[in-house]
């Protein structure tokens, strides 16, 4: 009987640490739907009754959300079609090759995987100002790319090495050339794996701030993040329209918590299942 | 292996471009390791050997003084400082980080389906908030004046919250960086922790319940044991993500101040390349926040390797 009880009382406190948790996540989407006259006043108010759009229609307004979400699409798309072709080719070759140099490359990878943008930005800044490609969809991209190689050829490495080489082989014996058994066979089942990887390589090219800042000085060529760090910006000069921030910020994260969740456990697996299956 | 067949009928040609094959696979990553990162990290090397200040900008060339740069930094106050409140700051976010994950993974696993649930979708919610998005809905929670966070904290009898300036000054500057990093960083450990709880068998712990072994002995004598390899890799992993909180701080400076009582590492590069234009010190900062990762990564990248091999 006290063991139900308990069990009752913990799934009550679960209920309720989840209420904290989500509770930003809820107050972003409630304070973008108030009028700012409403987010003036000193008691917040904590549901949306009567609320609308404008906040919405305010801050698509002037137009920089689009500037900034073309320069956020372009960059994005070049970084995952990039990351996914190269991050395969390598792949294949460490999971279906024994060469030398390969444990070499292996541990490269892994090491600049955990390399901190804070530590290698200022010389990428001067790098790539130095071939005037400053402003520039190339530069990010080019950074992101080698940024988010490693953890992509790291997760399709997996996805590759679980694909049994017999089945190609059983599929050469079959007539099939070897770039043929490759593309028949093996690279439908890898889909997934190239689904989950470029997922990750979106999600880091979406929200990367640090490289953008530095790579992306005008106002005019900002990515979503800086665009908007901009509102946040402006506040320390003139009243800070939250409503509007917060409608931008809703914007900002709504593609990344669709796309989040739908690889959610794959990315957790990646990271650590060596040590959760011990 | 996967070559064995192909081996027996090829000719020699055959097998020298087998043995090519893996290297042209490589070469494109490789390419763009080496422009992305290669190059930055030997040019930031070699600058942090050079004195690279505002003449070097407009031209002139950057004298080589070896190790002088590194000297001044070491017998420079502001740096240690700024070192110290880093490391300090990761430890204590990446502590806080790990209990509470580890806590709600035990509930997690305590509870039944419909709490568990609930529970798990708020935090993938919040996991998935990108990190800019995240700050500013937090900056408007912590506002000054008209803040959800003050209103609640004023309501509770004998608390004067009211207009409480949170980013004023640098202690709670730091709490509020640190109780944002926090929230965005258990959904990950606690979900890591949660699956390595579900691998511990019932058996096992029916078995020391039925020897009376109570719940706290059962947590620190059967799972904290059995769950440890993911642990170690989890708080590692918090403590090298912790060191890298430049989106965070920048925008809680923007917010507040941006003097630099409010750095932390990434922010104090920033400053030096940008501001001060003295890349010489800025790299050679740079270069000491790379190996400090490095040394803690060092870890984390023997276990996976480990998994490579197997």
């Known amino acids: 009987m006290t063991a139900k009880l308990t069990k009752r009382l913990l799934g009550v406190l679960a209920i309720v640490i989840a209420v904290f948790w989500v509770f930003p996540v809820y107050w972003m989407v409630n304070s973008s739907l108030l009028p700012n006259v409403t987010l003036q006043s000193f008691v917040p108010t904590f549901i949306p009754f009567g609320g609308s759009l404008d906040n919405f229609t305010a801050a698509l307004s002037d137009g920089s959300f689009f500037a900034a979400l073309g320069m956020s699409v372009s960059i994005t798309l070049v970084v995952v079609l990039f990351c996914l072709v190269f991050a395969f080719l390598a792949a294949v070759a460490i999971s279906r090759f024994r060469f030398r140099g390969r444990k070499s490359f292996v541990i490269a990878v892994l090491v600049v995987q955990m390399l901190p943008a804070e530590g290698l930005f200022i010389a990428q800044y001067k790098m790539v100002s130095s071939v005037g490609l400053l402003d520039s969809v190339i530069g990010p991209s080019v950074i992101y790319t080698a940024a988010v190689v490693p953890f992509t050829i790291w997760m399709l490495r997996g996805f590759v090495a679980g694909i049994p080489a017999d089945l190609e082989e059983a599929g050469m014996m079959d007539g099939l050339s070897r770039f043929g058994a490759f593309m028949r066979i093996t690279f439908p089942l890898l889909a997934p794996g190239l689904v989950a990887s470029g997922v990750y390589a979106f999600l880091q090219a979406w929200n990367e701030f640090t490289v953008a800042l530095v790579l992306l000085p005008s106002e005019a060529n900002q990515t979503l993040p800086l665009w908007l760090r901009g509102f946040v910006q402006a506040s320390a000069t003139r009243e800070t329209d939250w409503g509007q921030v917060m409608a931008a910020s809703t914007l900002v994260a709504v593609p990344v918590i669709v796309f989040f969740l739908l690889v959610q456990g794959r990315l957790t697996s990646g990271l650590v299942s060596g040590a959760v299956k011990g | ?310």
Request: hydrophobic share 55%; glycine share 6%; with cysteine.
């Open chain 2, 1 to 310: 292996m996967s070559t064995s067949t192909a081996k027996q009928t090829s000719s020699l040609t055959f097998k020298r471009r087998k043995l090519r094959a893996p290297y042209l696979l490589l070469i494109p990553a490789v390419g763009i390791l080496v422009i992305g990162m290669g190059y930055p990290l030997v040019w930031q090397i070699v600058t942090s050997m050079q004195e690279f200040g505002l003449q070097q900008q407009f031209g002139k060339p950057a004298p080589f003084v070896l190790f002088d740069n590194y000297i001044e930094l070491a017998t420079k106050a502001s740096l240690w400082v700024v070192v110290g409140k880093s490391i300090l700051f990761c430890l204590v976010t990446a502590v806080v980080t790990l209990a509470v994950g580890l806590a709600l993974a035990l509930l997690m696993n305590a509870v039944s389906k419909g709490p568990r649930l609930v529970l798990q979708v708020a935090l993938l919610l919040a996991w998935s908030m990108p990190v800019v998005a995240a700050m500013t809905v937090w900056i408007w929670l912590f506002d000054r004046r008209r803040g959800a966070i003050n209103y609640l904290l004023d309501a509770i009898p004998g608390v004067d919250m009211n207009r409480f300036d949170w980013l004023e000054n640098p202690l709670t500057f730091f709490a509020v960086a640190s109780i944002i990093v926090i929230w965005m960083s258990v959904p990950f450990v606690a979900f890591s922790a949660y699956a390595g709880l579900t691998q511990v068998s019932e058996e096992v712990m029916e078995a020391a319940q039925l020897d009376g072994a109570n719940g706290w002995q059962r947590f620190w004598g059967i799972i904290l044991p059995m769950i440890r390899p993911v642990i170690a890799i989890v708080f590692l992993l918090q403590i090298i993500w912790d060191l890298r909180v430049f989106t965070q701080i920048t925008m809680l400076q923007d917010a507040g101040s941006k003097s630099s009582e409010f750095d932390l590492l990434g922010t104090y590069i920033y400053k030096l390349g940008t501001k001060a234009q003295d890349f010489g010190m800025a790299s050679a900062v740079s270069i000491l926040v790379l190996a400090i990762t490095i040394i803690l990564s060092w870890f984390y990248i023997r276990s996976l390797l480990k998994e490579d091999e197997s």
